[in-house]
């Protein structure tokens, strides 16, 4: 819809509401009349009157700026003359709703004087929908739906303009913003979900909110501007305080929420520039970056924290925790403050288990520490950042602590070996494997400097990474020649296979790539194919991984086979087979990968078509080997497993 149209609408809808206003202001004058409560009733509506009619005085009157509650409203209302006054119910909510509503349109004046009034600023509006708020909470919902004007106005910090004024603008915002406190983290009575749901209706809110609680730090041209008013520094420190309360509020209620708004509320926050972009549009820091620079202010601290900056960086960890997956763009920051400030074991920890979380790739997963989603583009940006590094770090500081290996699933050695099975997981993926390789040195080196004690369990977590480190490599898939990225040859068929040179090109072609390459594997041809047996994929982009992944897997495969040939032939003499009837499975989703050995008709089940296939076509100088991986994919999560066969000799050749 557009905004005209929806101006428009909104006008008539504060028309309809003024002219109820009315209704209602005059059947409670005739009802109170013909009660004989002519004392209370005929002030209450005298007030009623004045307020509609913009008188000064009266208007002040009614708002409370402070020291306001609930409980003592009625009380602080009697007080000032006002007994059994509802702001509701008297008409006079919706009178000061319709006023602000020409907050866009015309100037205070212009409003003021058509009604005959003195009213010395809006200001004192906003502060009568505060006093309604607290004093009736009922009525939140109410005042939610009826400020679209008022919002647009005030959460509009460049132009800065209310009622066409940018001194009432100045005066109002301090009463807005508190306005928005009370219908949020103030408000313990009226039901969450639905005041989150109103206020996701205005466009532009939630970002505002963000952004007051950035003011003190990122915008000295507002802070100028209110000093200038005569608003101090307390009172904006107060309204970033209060900005940072809300956004823990909202963020709070959000398992009430729907799904969608859900992810809306928190995209919203956790993407949320910290300054508008329209005062700069060059600062791309979002709120989740600006939390995580507040815990290294925090962390840099050389004392040590007082209650209140402890419990403040608590909550910091609890936002993020919430934000995480919606602000990619601080994994940086996060692995940065865990290699350089984390003396004390909770706080690595708490980096640990946000390091974590940032690796997922799902919001569904996000708490499981099993979740099976990791994301290739993450991790391979947290590995570049130092993820390997830092917990290796980790290790060696903490791992003497009572809790590291404690039986909790948050502990720290169960989360170092969670991100550890992520990363391995995704090793072959593209940009997993690109990160790896240019972060191996710095790994290796860290790798060699870490001392651990005897522990098996250190041990275990320091051999996941020399295996992650291992499986990642470049080698001749012919010769097993290992090579620099830049010398290797792919196929010009299939680009799938890696060679050192046109020699070990010809020789694999003729020695069976030239019956596997660029076709698909079917069960006739099982003993002799060559390549990807599953999946088969129709989707283009993840056909495209798939192509990258198989291309990693092959460059190691023989390698795997060699290194691994002990095994291999001891397991199959067990066997008690001829090698020829042996399939050798490497299970590449482990970390580190295991091997197994099966006869054949083991492996396939006996009247299977795959099986009959391969008694039929394979040849009895080779041995079978199939590496097993997995491919995520956006939601696509799937195994693949790829086919090789290798001339008997060359592993009895590694044993002699
Ligand atoms: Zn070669
Ligand atoms: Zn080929």
Known sequence: MGSSKKKGQQRKAAAKRAQSAETMASSIINSSVSSGDAISGGSNSKIVAKVRRGNNYA??????????????AAEMLAERGFRNLSYEQSGILSIVLDFLNWCEDDTFHQVVSSVGGDLKSPASWIDILVSACIAEPGCTLQIVENISPLVRCMCNDTERQLFKSNKHWKQGIVSFVNLITNVTEYNVYEDKKVIVE?????EGLLTSIVQWGCWKDHRPDIVKELKSEGITVNVIAKICNNATGMVEWLIDG????????KYQLLDTIGTASVISKEYNTSCMVSYTYGLVRGLHAVAEMARPLTTEEESRRDTLFSIIQSLILHGVS???DMIDLGLNYAPKYTFALNVTVLSFRMTQGTIENELRLNADSPSDTRIATAIRAGLIEMCLGFIEQFEKHESFKSDELLSMHGLIRSIFKSISKVSLHQKTAKAIRHQ????????????????????KLLEM??????MNGSYCCRCNKSLSRTEVKLCNGCGCMTYCSSECQRDDWLNGHKLSCCTQFTDDKSGQFQGTVIPILDNARAAAKLHEIEININMIQLKLFLDHSETILSQASSLDIPLYDCIVKFELRHCPPTIEVKKYTEFYDNFDEQMLGFVDSRSRDNIICVYYSQIYSGELKDCVAIQRLFPHEWIMKQNK
């Open 254 to 261: 959000t398992e009430l929420l729907e799904k969608e708004s």
């Open 59 to 72: 208007t002040k009157k009614l708002s409370f700026t402070s020291q306001f509650n609930r409980f003592r």
């Open 440 to 459: 191996k040195g710095s790994i290796v080196e860290k790798l060699m400097q870490v001392h651990i004690t005897n522990k098996s369990e250190s041990k």
């Open 198 to 202: 109103a206020l996701l209706q205005h």
């Open 465 to 470: 990474v020399r295996s992650i480190l291992d």
């Open 330 to 332: 601080i994994i940086t």
